[in-house]
């Protein structure tokens, strides 16, 4: 086939399915996109070395069959080069001048065996899933006839012929009463399904069965039922081990109703069979309520229930099958907190088996609210004196301390007369001066620590006392190899607050975190907008806060640090103080080793 025009070669190239011309030599005169696009140019090349890369004709190829019976053969194959399927159709054409050639079209099918591979699967598992499921399952029309069912439906129900079954009346064979099966219709179409429906169900030997049906309505392309089909589960030895429950629970409910303890017994499932007077008002849930109806998992949790169990099972918590004791904490409805003491035991039938569960509760609100109180007054009385010890010291302190400031700030003020207003480092002697001062009327307040005099506050903008800071604070940090990285919000907002004591709770935290790293590292400071709050977060990469100093932290003379000079546990104590008088909180987290985190949280204005 020779001379062909444009147009039509376009119009190959537009085709979704592969096409080739081979010579009688295989020679490929053409190939179009889609066949350029899988295996590459091949123009001029043998048509084998460009489809498989085999040197000599595949062993598969029909081309003297298509030329000496001039017929067009149709066939399927899988190319390894790409991994793909083919519908191959192969047609002989007589060319103008004589000479033949073979016109080839490939029809990418590989998805179709796929998906007919996984059909294939799909209906072998839901055969075999069919046939071998413990759990019986049926087909049925609306009419009343099993349409088909599995062998252990037959079982169920006491059928060896599965004809003989196909057979049955449902209304009149299998169901109690022919009612029952009215009422099932009219539930699953309305609904279009059912699940878990019990009802009671007639074996082949007439004994009656409960049976719980899950199942859906089967319906025609126009949307008419047609039947029914789903899954069939005897219960009826569920149901009889619940009726001896039952009775178990009449007559322990007669024996133990007047305890004041609260007693509840469970079968295994976790359901309440037994609800005493006590439990009742230690629960504040009416027995009516929760036998029968609730189960122990929604009582304290999924998680206590289980760990109770596990516990019972132990022998070291008083014995396989006992638990002597374990603390218990939970809310009740009414949002009351009900602290006390919980044993249990199994209950076992005469073979062992575990049947229930009785649990005895004891409420131990009362004797606990009278030991915290206990223990709340000894931490009183023990701040107390620790306030008593902080005032003795800080007067020693101010005392010691006043003489040697004032000639500090008399200095200071000396040394203003000798540096112009003009000069760049007039600013850092009088943010010096100032500390000073600050210095000075601090230790005015700690001689009245007892009765604090009220500080004076204004509305800060938060961003200019931190860059105030680390001006003072740019020198310490490169000498202490820290870098400092700030996270500024670009509008913070405005607190009202005290410049002084919030300048002194940054100070004492710069001075913290230097001491946690002292071979270097990093302090980021944020600031943040959170809502109605501003968020200051303080974090370092020093040393970090072992987990059991990070509830005393903030108690006043409690300290890590190692040297008696450099701290004595009063520095985070009064930034609580500070922020707390602010309505503000102070929070830490730390990984010891690794990192420190302060976050302060103050009203915004």
């Not at 033949?100 to 099918?109: A, E, V, W």
């Not at 109690?176 to 169900?201: M, S």
């Not at 001066?433 to 600050?438: A, D, F, M, N, Q």
Request: charged content about 30%; glycine content about 6%; some cysteine.
């Amino acid at each position: 086939m020779k001379d062909h025009t444009p147009r039509l070669l376009d119009a190959l190239d537009a085709f979704e399915d592969g096409i080739y011309i081979v010579s009688e030599d295989f020679t490929v005169e053409y190939m179009n996109r889609f066949m350029k696009d899988l295996f590459g140019e091949g123009m001029g090349k043998k048509c084998h070395k460009v489809l498989l890369n085999y040197d000599a004709p595949c062993e598969w190829c029909n081309y003297k069959k298509i030329f000496d019976n001039n017929e067009t053969r149709h066939s399927e194959i899988f190319l390894e080069t790409v991994g793909k399927t083919f519908a191959l159709s192969e047609i002989p054409v007589t060319n103008r001048d004589g000479t033949r050639s073979k016109l080839s079209i490939y029809r990418d099918i590989t998805r179709r065996k796929e998906q007919a591979a996984r059909l294939k699967t799909s209906m072998e598992s839901y055969q075999r899933l069919f046939k071998h499921v413990g759990c019986g399952v049926y087909i049925s029309s609306k009419q009343g006839r099993f349409l088909d069912v599995n062998p252990a439906l037959l079982k169920i129900l006491g059928y060896h012929d599965k004809d003989e079954f196909l057979s049955l009346d449902l209304a009149r064979d299998v169901f109690l009463k022919p009612e029952d099966r009215k009422k099932f219709q009219k539930i699953i179409e309305k609904k279009g399904r059912v699940v878990d429906y019990e009802v009671k169900w007639r074996r082949r030997d007439g004994h009656i069965i409960h049976i719980l049906l899950t199942s859906n309505v089967r319906y025609d392309d126009k949307g008419k039922v047609l039947g029914y089909e789903g899954i069939v589960v005897d219960v009826t030895e569920r149901r009889k081990s619940e009726n001896k429950i039952r009775a178990a629970h009449d007559f322990l409910d007669n024996i133990i109703s007047c305890s004041p303890n609260a007693i509840m017994a469970m079968d295994m499932t976790g359901k309440i069979i037994l609800w005493n007077q006590g439990a009742e008002e230690v629960f504040g849930l009416p027995v009516d309520e929760v036998v029968g109806r609730m189960t122990v998992q929604q009582i304290y949790s999924k998680e206590v229930a289980a760990e109770v169990t596990q516990m019972m099972r132990d022998p070291k918590y008083g014995g396989v099958g006992r638990l002597n004791s374990y603390p218990l904490t939970f809310e009740r409805r009414d949002g009351q907190v009900v602290e006390g003491n919980l044993s249990a035991s199994f209950l076992y039938d005469e073979k062992g088996k575990e049947t229930a569960t009785v649990a005895l509760f004891v409420d131990l609100r009362e004797r606990l609210k009278t030991e915290r109180e206990l223990s709340e007054a000894r931490q009183h009385l023990l701040q107390s004196e620790k306030l008593a010890a902080m005032g003795r010291l800080t007067s020693q302190i101010a005392h010691e301390l006043n003489n040697p400031l004032f000639g500090i700030m008399n200095t200071l003020e000396l040394m203003k007369t000798e540096i112009p207003p003009s000069n760049k480092r007039r600013r850092l002697l009088d943010m010096s001066l100032s500390e000073t001062i600050r210095l000075a009327d601090m230790l005015k307040k700690m001689l009245s620590f007892s009765k604090p005099d009220e500080v004076e506050r204004s509305e800060l903008d938060i961003n200019t006392v931190i860059e105030e800071l680390m001006v003072l604070y740019e020198k310490r940090f490169r000498e202490n190899s820290i870098k400092v990285a700030l996270d500024l919000a670009p509008d913070p907002g405005l607190i009202m607050a005290s410049r002084d004591q919030l300048r002194q709770v940054f100070i004492n935290m710069f001075s913290n975190a230097m001491y946690a790293m002292p071979d270097g590292g990093n302090l980021t400071i944020t600031t943040k907008k959170n809502g109605k709050m501003l968020h200051i977060v303080v974090e370092d990469t020093g040393t970090g806060i072992k987990s059991e100093h990070l509830k005393k932290i903030f108690d006043s003379f409690f300290t890590t640090k190692t040297d008696s000079i450099k701290g004595v546990g009063l520095g985070l104590s009064v930034c609580y103080g500070f922020i707390k008088d602010h309505d503000g909180d102070l929070t830490v987290d730390s990984k010891y080793g690794e990192w420190t985190r302060f976050t302060i949280k103050l009203p915004l204005i």
